[in-house]
């Protein structure tokens, strides 16, 4: 598949469905929401897991396009980290807290495929 923006990107696709999880975790739960700290936290660090890729993407060269998969990649351990607070604080079923975890394992996965593959390739954005 042919990546021509930034969208075509699987990594960020899976980020964007991440983010929207989470805001949906934070509304469906009064207490989750009124938490301002972890809340602006998580939807932080999953928004951050969806911009890095379509910021890095206008990157000048493969090497700092890879630097902000990183970010993206180190913002996905973040909101996992965030998701075990909200479970301990019983802000989420521990069904949903598995979904999410999945989701972001499987997110944070991807860009790691990504950036094994721009490592060995002479990938050029189009």
Known sequence: MKIERFEDI???QLARELCRQVYAAVQENAAFAKDWGLQDQIT??????MDNPAEGFDAGSNAEFIRFLGYAQ?????VQSQLYR?????????SRFDA?????????AKFGSFIAYLKKSNYKRA
Do not use: F, H, I
């Open 10 to 12: 699987e990594g960020w």
């Open 100 to 108: 999410l975890y999945a989701l972001t394992a499987k997110t944070k």
């Open 86 to 94: 909200a479970l301990d604080l019983n802000y989420m079923e521990p």
């Open 74 to 78: 180190r913002s996905c351990s973040e």
């Open 44 to 49: 932080r660090a999953a928004g951050s897991a």
